[in-house]
Structures are given as structure tokens and as C-alpha cells.
């Protein structure tokens, strides 16, 4: 199985920038794509950015195009995802998964992680 931990959220004003880490292990853990999800109080999850096996392959919420970057590094089995411009909209709950697609990232997840909180005042 695989197991992902979420890392580096927090507080932070608008305009300001975070990074978000996801530490993957387990004995498959190198063996998908991944992604960010977020959800936000009241609102349903949503998808925020997928990043293939090579990390050649990305793809971005509307939302978070132009502001938000998603990474990996395979020698850590690391994702990260340095988010800039930070909007009090930006406030959720994230999570990374593990996904069958990029570009179809609620076709299978079959594993997530726990989540990292991101508060962004205003």
C-alpha cells in the first residue's frame, strides 16, 4: 500500500506564498501519479493540480493556473506544490492522492493522505 503525509500548510496573509509537501513510502509508492485536492468549509473537494510519473506531464485547476505549481521529486517521493498569490479563497483542507490520470484525476484515487490545512487572511 501507500501512504502519503502532507506537510507545510498553515498561516498566511493574502498575496503570500506556501509550499506543500507530500511524503510518499510503501512499496508502491512510485507507482502512480499524483495530485492536490482541496476542500474548503461548506464547499465539495475539488481538484487543484496533477503531476505524472516523470513529472512531464502537469495539469491545473482554473484556479489555480498562473499561481500555484505543482513538483515532484522522485529521488525524495516528493510532491510539492508551491502556491503564490494566495487568495483567502485559497482557504481549504489539501490533500494529495494518488491517481490513475492526469488528465481524468477523479477517475481512480486509490490512495490519499491525511491533509494539511491552508488558512489564507485577508
Known amino acids: 500500500q501507500v501512504q502519503l503525509v502532507e506537510s507545510g500548510g498553515g498561516l498566511v496573509q493574502a498575496g503570500g506564498s506556501l509550499r506543500l509537501s507530500c511524503a510518499a513510502s510503501g512499496r508502491t509508492s512510485n507507482s502512480y501519479h499524483m495530485g492536490w485536492f482541496r476542500q474548503a468549509p461548506g464547499k465539495e473537494r475539488e481538484f487543484v493540480a496533477a503531476?505524472?510519473?516523470?513529472?512531464?506531464?502537469?495539469n491545473y485547476a482554473d484556479s489555480a493556473k498562473g499561481r500555484f505549481t505543482i513538483s515532484r521529486d522522485n529521488a525524495k517521493n516528493t510532491v510539492y506544490l508551491q502556491m503564490n498569490s494566495l487568495k483567502p479563497e485559497d482557504t481549504a483542507v489539501y490533500r494529495c492522492?494518488?491517481?490513475?490520470?492526469?488528465?481524468?484525476?477523479?477517475?481512480?484515487?486509490?490512495?490519499w493522505g491525511q491533509g494539511t490545512q491552508v488558512t489564507v487572511s485577508s
Open positions: 492522492a494518488a491517481m490513475l490520470s492526469v488528465f481524468r484525476p477523479t477517475l481512480g484515487l486509490p490512495y
Open positions: 503531476i505524472s510519473l516523470s513529472g512531464s506531464n502537469t
